[in-house]
């Protein structure tokens, strides 16, 4: 049995605007229709002996994260909220933890939720020989063979001396031993098998090198990118854990134990998570163990960790220019364009990037998009909204979108999916104003229950208990319009809630 362990804790801030931290990469689709999370799991049809996934994330994201993969048609096993981040090595723990929880010992395969891998059916043949060699008691983790001298990444240099396996077939394109039987009488006629060694023990995992230093591994033909993924038993990285990072371990196991469950959720401890000490699965263990193997993994792998990495990946016109949205070029070359919304225009640029929201624009060349990060830390540290979230913002019940606001009033969008219902609730410092445009609502107000249609308003004073629901079977849309002293999200009472805030 293969438990898939996603991990989606991540805010890349490097690909801001369009990556916020209450909105990371992960849960946009940013090189095709579905979204990276989604991607993730999907890649994995086709394998077989797979579980639902344990999903590892951060507490404000659950509500999306749950209902991509539901919309996805791969619905978690479990999603484990993070009450603050504590890196990969104690996040890995606590699935392994829940993954035993039934007395069994999977194996888990490890995947960040942010990735992009082309040749998906490559990366499937590489975790059928990684579940071989992770119920062998072996540690695995995927190396990306290296396309370029790259200085962002750490690489795992290979003991080119201890091969693991050794049998492939030509036929399976590099695939497992399993394989080799299908295929014996076919290669009589279309040729040998081959002998190339598919994994091997890892003889060191080196830091991200200089310019000389990653011309060197490349030319060696030794070294890999870490790529961050891993199988391996749960009770094998538990046991690990034990001997290199007990107290990790224990603050875990903790932190598991008290954990609160509501719906599909798995709140873990916040005192105990909070206590446990950071560190990354390849400092805790991989690098300590005497069991790691690396399996060589060439499938377009990236990390997508700033702009240009997307252009990378992304589909290019005759000029080199990756596009999204509603653009237009002239005489543009090697550019990333994305837009969002409002058209995009781009005349005689070359090497930039150009990408739209609405509430932010960003323009960098393209060899400088790592430094986005810059403009993300002067939005912290200047309170700025634009660093955090999106104009529109995702719900359990459907979404909200502000549209206008000042010191005393503010105007939102509100879009209620069919049967959701928002919280029952009560603001000190707000009145609200309510106007249907489409769909059908059901308000509670005070005492009063009323069902308003396209066209008809409502007004709930400051201090009255109210409750927005859409008893329809298309979205309810409406404009709100706030006033009052006080506009923040923080100004709400809850008495009852569907979805546990």
């Not at 695995?140 to 693991?164: M, S």
């Not at 503010?410 to 707000?430: D, F, Y």
Request: proline content about 5%; aromatic content about 6%.
């Amino acid at each position: 049995m293969i438990v898939p362990v996603i991990m989606s804790g991540g805010a890349g801030t490097r690909l801001w605007p369009l990556s916020r931290e209450l909105y990371p990469k992960q849960l946009l689709p940013l090189v095709n229709e579905a979204t990276m999370l989604q991607e993730t799991q999907l890649r994995l049809n086709g394998l077989q002996n797979l579980v639902e996934p344990l999903v590892v994330c951060n507490e404000s994201h659950r509500f999306m994260v749950a209902e991509q993969l539901r919309q996805a048609g791969c619905p978690a096993g479990a999603i484990m909220l993070e009450p603050v981040g504590r890196n990969t090595a104690p996040a890995v723990a606590v699935a392994a933890l829940q993954a035993q929880g039934a007395g069994d010992d999977p194996v888990l395969l490890v995947l960040p939720a942010d990735h992009v891998i082309v040749d998906a059916e490559s990366f499937r043949c590489a975790v059928v020989e990684g579940a071989k060699l992770a119920e062998a008691g072996k540690l695995v983790t995927f190396g990306i063979v290296p396309t370029k001298a790259e200085t962002g990444y750490g690489y795992i240099r290979a003991d080119r001396a201890c091969p693991l396996s050794s049998v492939t077939c030509h036929l399976c394109k590099g695939g497992p031993l399993s394989s080799v039987t299908c295929h014996l009488e076919k290669t009589k006629d279309q040729g040998p098998m081959t002998n190339d060694p598919t994994a091997f023990a890892v003889a060191e995992f080196v830091e991200k090198p200089d310019a000389e230093t990653a011309e060197h591994y490349l030319a060696s033909g030794d070294y890999y990118w870490n790529s961050g993924m891993f199988m391996f038993r749960a009770s094998r990285y538990l046991d690990e854990l034990e001997k290199f990072a007990p107290e990790m371990l224990s603050c875990c196991r903790e932190a598991l134990e008290k954990a609160q469950r509501d719906l599909d959720f798995v709140r873990l401890d916040a005192e105990a998570f909070g206590a446990c000490p950071k560190d990354s699965i390849d400092y805790a263990v991989m690098e300590k163990t005497a069991d790691a193997a690396v399996i060589p993994l060439d499938a377009g792998w990236s990390d997508v960790g700033s702009w240009s990495a997307l252009w990378e990946v992304g589909q290019a016109d005759g000029a080199g220019n990756v596009m999204r949205g509603d653009v237009l070029t002239h005489d543009s070359s090697n550019c990333y364009l994305h837009s969002s919304g409002r058209m995009v225009a781009a005349v005689g640029l070359e090497d930039h990037v150009v990408v739209e929201t609405a509430d932010a624009v960003l323009v960098a060349r393209r060899d400088r998009a790592q430094d986005v990060k810059a403009i993300v830390e002067q939005l912290k540290e200047q309170g700025r909204g634009e660093a955090l979230l999106h104009r529109r913002v995702n719900r359990p019940w459907g979404s909200y979108e502000s549209i206008d606001q000042s010191d005393r009033f503010q105007v939102k969008r509100i879009t209620v999916n069919p049967g959701a219902s928002l919280s029952l609730q009560m603001h000190h410092h707000r009145a609200e104003h309510w106007i249907v445009v489409k769909g059908t609502a059901r308000i509670t107000k005070g005492d009063e229950i009323l069902v308003l249609s396209e066209n008809q308003s409502t007004y709930i004073p400051l201090g009255v208990k109210h409750r927005l629901e859409n008893p329809g079977l298309i979205p309810l849309e409406l404009i709100e319009v706030q006033s009052g002293a006080y506009l923040g999200e923080d100004d709400i009472v809850r008495f009852d809630d569907l979805y546990g805030r």
